[in-house]
């Protein structure tokens, strides 16, 4: 077999004057970047292997370590781009498809980018949260279209029983990340610092550790195409059940963990033999259409005895929003939509870039169609896919979200730099691993403290951004669109998004 | 048109009295009291509704119609034969006043609904009237319903509030409740239809202030079938009321809880009964709340409102003399007509409610209904 003709696209390099030969590099890297000559007294490195994960250069005592992307290069070509070529080389070595981790990295138009905030100015005031309540509490669930309350002695008293609903003190939760995608210590540290943060996170599809049941009430706890680890006592530890049918990054297939990164506690969790793979079929084998659908979905909440809300989640395609109705329709009690920039920790890289939209113009789509169908009370409305900051999140809960799942961005703040590596289970950060040596490096209690900050960062800049438009409740700024105005966008999305042009 | 702009700023003035005994007077009263407030508005719009002004005519819609043309006219009064039984139609009296300009054609209608046609198309007779408000003020251009109600009928205008009460001889009318608003907007012309008080039925309402929320407040009150075809806030906060009253059948005190709800502090600390009411009254009316600064007085054929946003970011200033209720931004204002026995500051978020005694004949009847 000839030598392969794919580039380093890293290169490594290292000043040797700083370099101590304390070997740190070495340890650090899962790919095996680093080695160590003895009988020369020599670092080598193989930029072959390179991910450009940062591992080393952070854990790198003097700083003698610069990882940056490869200068050399073929002749620059417009529609032949050196990231082209080197699929193709690749598929002509192997054979195979490819594969990728996170979301789209084609660089699909980011609407949030286009999108501006409004503020008050004389007419109304702005509001200093620093001074005034502002209020980010936000449910999620089913709601009647009128309610009946009455004053008895001059007290309210309610006389309508509502469906059962999520509380949650900010509109953003930790999406679904599953266990066996990422590790024991990701899952605990997600599960705490919903606990801590009074909102939810996701078990994804992958069961339910037993040391978790203890965080049930702020668990929302998936029910997938391939079923692992779902059990009448799993769909009652958790604080509302999801329904998942597409994942954004890869809409239209199913799961994928490899056998090898099934050890005996996800075997336990997932209920399926050790070194096995967890392959989830593309579509539910009893949901065939939307009437299977309602069959699940009251399943379910028998199961549950209608305690919790039972949601849906689909990645955002095509005709998301007629998709999105049905499924209010079929009794979903909050639908969560997934965009093109969702996150996955495995998907075919062509699936990845090229399905689906962005979450901007489904969001949109979906909650203008159930105004127009006289149904967005009956469910919450629930949106992934790529949340970078909380202005994004503000933008979303303007156009008509009722909360925002944040993956990637949550896998960020214990230490990933979206290296895009996960499905190769080496995760040097030991966030999307099962390898013991590297999932210790994420440690639960500061892993939980880190994402706690980064929930609280974004929670007070909300409130921020609220009081300066002189709103003091996040239900006055749901599907407001008033608040927000486009940038260089073009009539069509402007329609779609529902908003005007800046100047308008 | 220019008009149709996409949400009303204005400050403003507004004052209102009711008196529970319905004691009638003329509107010179509310005209002293609304013109003590000319530094509030701009005479860019000035409107009063009053409320037992046609006694004679109780039992009938009293459509009080603006045209901008003769043709506009034509075509309303033709949907109005179609869907109403037209008891008597014409001109809206008016004087020649100084500070009013060019207005547009002024008619007024007492309609009645036919039974048959309700029980053709099935439905309520007051939704049939606010469909055809809606048809009439969307669909015909040039024509917009100023008021709707019975028994009662809205004024207004480009121009101060004292010239408006003017031009319409208000001072030949007697109502038991007044309502008015001199209007200071900051980003429209002004228009006819665009002064304050916004009606629907026999809903008026007047609004200080701005609506921050105005923008989801729209898009919730059109799943439920209200076309906002004024674009304003103001126009938007009636629909609301229509619909939290008058369709949901919540009592004022519950529906102000809604659209001014208490904070979260405030409500997790009340005890279980209270808290879990609160608490869906926000979880299902979310996205009616008002949020944003304002004061507002509604008027209604069983009494009158006034109240303040959560945070009360507007004046609003009550008084009672005998059984008489005024509501308006400044003491002064008051003050001006009236020498009251009480006068206090409603705190954010907190109703003044004043409910008219019920009339004579409406016992009456409704014993009867308990004796069947």
């Known amino acids: 077999m000839h030598k392969s003709l794919i580039k380093a696209e890293f290169q490594v390099q290292r000043d040797d004057y700083k370099c101590i030969r304390c070997r740190v590099c070495e340890r650090q890297c899962s790919f095996e970047v680093h080695s ?418 980064l929930l609280r960062a974004w929670s007070l800049e909300i409130k921020e951004i609220l009081g300066g438009m002189g709103i003091n409740a996040i239900e006055s700024l749901r599907g407001n669109r008033l608040h927000l105005r486009a940038i260089g966008l073009n009539e069509r999305e402007l329609d779609v998004l529902g908003v005007m042009h800046a100047g308008e | 048109m220019h008009y149709r702009f996409e949400k009303d700023m204005s400050a403003c003035g507004l004052t209102g009295f009711i008196n529970r005994d319905r004691k009638r007077v003329d509107g010179e009263a509310i005209m002293s009291s609304i013109c003590n407030m000319d530094e509030r508005s701009n005479g860019q719009g000035g409107g009063f509704a009053a409320y037992g002004i046609y006694p004679e005519h109780k039992d009938d819609y009293a459509f009080h119609m603006l045209y901008t043309d003769i043709d506009a006219k034509e075509i309303t009064e033709k949907y109005l034969d179609r869907h109403f039984l037209i008891i008597e139609d014409g001109e809206l009296p008016t004087r020649k006043t100084a500070g009013i300009v060019d207005p547009p054609v002024i008619w007024r209608y007492f309609l009645n609904v036919d039974e048959e046609v309700l029980h053709m198309n099935a439905c309520d007779e007051e939704d049939y009237v606010v469909e055809a408000v809606m048809y009439i003020n969307a669909e015909i251009p040039g024509a917009f319903v100023m008021s709707s109600g019975k028994n009662m009928g809205a004024f207004k205008a480009v121009g101060f509030p004292g010239a408006v009460g003017r031009f319409y001889k208000l001072d030949e009318y007697k109502a038991w409740t007044w309502i008015a608003h001199g209007r200071f907007p900051t980003n429209t012309p002004g228009w006819w239809g665009g002064a304050h008080p916004f009606t629907l039925l026999d809903w008026s309402i007047v609004h200080n202030g701005e609506i921050s929320s105005y923008g989801i407040n729209k898009r919730y009150l059109e799943m439920f079938g209200y076309k906002a075809t004024l674009m304003t806030d103001t126009e938007v906060t009636a629909y609301l009321f229509d619909m939290l009253l008058r369709r949901h059948k919540l009592s004022i005190e519950v529906a102000t809880m809604a659209i001014a709800a208490p904070f979260w502090s405030q409500i997790d600390h009340l005890p279980d009964g209270e808290r879990k009411a609160l608490t869906a009254l926000r979880q299902v009316y979310g996205s009616g709340l008002l949020n944003g600064p304002f004061a507002f007085i509604l008027g209604h054929k069983d009494g009158m409102v006034g109240i303040n946003d959560r945070i009360k970011l507007r004046p609003l200033v009550a008084a009672e003399q005998g059984n008489t209720l005024y509501v308006a931004n400044e003491e002064a204002a008051i003050r001006e007509i009236a020498s009251p026995d009480r006068v206090w500051m409603p705190t954010a978020g907190e109703p003044v409610i004043a409910n008219l005694k019920p009339e004579k004949d409406s016992i009456k009847e409704k014993t009867s209904c308990i004796k069947v």
């Open chain 1, 36 to 453: 160590y000559d003895a009988d020369a007294d020599r670092m080598f490195e193989d930029e072959m292997k390179c991910v450009g994960c940062q591992r080393c250069v952070e854990y790198c005592p003097t700083r003698a370590l610069t990882i940056q992307p490869h200068p050399s290069t073929i002749r620059p070509h417009g529609n032949w781009p050196y990231r082209a070529v080197k699929d193709i080389c690749k598929q002509a070595e192997t054979g195979g498809m490819l594969l990728s981790s996170t979301g789209d990295e084609l660089g699909h138009r980011i609407y949030w980018d286009h999108l501006v905030l409004n503020a008050s100015q004389v007419t109304n005031p702005s509001i200093d949260p620093l001074r005034e309540p502002m209020e980010l509490r936000t449910f999620i669930g089913r709601k009647p279209d009128q309610v009946d309350v009455r004053l008895v002695n001059g007290k309210p008293v309610l006389k309508t029983e509502l469906p059962p609903q999520l509380t949650l003190e900010t509109p953003m939760m930790f999406g679904a990340m599953s266990y066996g995608a990422i590790s024991y210590n990701v899952c605990q540290s997600l599960a705490r610092a919903a606990t801590a943060s009074g909102t939810m996170y996701n078990t994804g599809e992958g069961g339910l550790h037993r040391d978790f049941y203890q965080y049930g009430p702020n668990t929302i706890v998936q029910c997938a195409s391939g079923r692992f680890g779902v059990h009448r006592e799993y769909l009652n530890a958790g604080a509302a059940v999801e329904i998942k049918v597409g994942q954004g990054a890869k809409p239209g297939i199913g799961g994928h963990v490899p056998g090898e990164k099934v050890d005996k506690e996800i075997s336990i969790t997932r209920m399926i033999p050790v070194g096995t793979d967890a392959l989830s079929p593309a579509p539910h084998h009893d949901i065939y259409s939307i009437e299977d659908l309602r069959q699940l979905i009251y399943a379910l909440k028998e199961a549950v005895e209608y305690k919790k809300p039972v949601g849906v989640k689909i990645a955002a395609v095509h005709n998301a929003a007629a998709i999105a109705s049905g499924i209010v329709r079929a009794g979903a009690d909050f639908v969560t939509l997934d965009g093109l920039r969702g996150g996955t920790g495995a998907a075919p890289t062509r699936t990845r870039d090229s399905v689906g939209m962005p979450i901007e113009l489904a969001l949109a789509a979906v909650d203008q169609r159930l105004r127009e169908e006289g149904i967005r009370n009956n469910a919450s409305l629930i949106v992934a896919g790529g949340f970078r900051n909380s202005t994004d999140v503000v933008k979303a809960i303007a156009l008509g979200a009722d909360a925002v799942y944040i993956g990637t961005a949550a896998l960020i703040s214990l230490g990933c730099t979206v290296c895009q590596k996960c499905y190769t289970g080496k995760c040097p950060w030991g966030i999307t691993t099962q390898d013991p040596y590297l999932t210790k490096r994420v440690n639960p209690e500061i892993g939980t403290q880190r994402l706690t900050n």
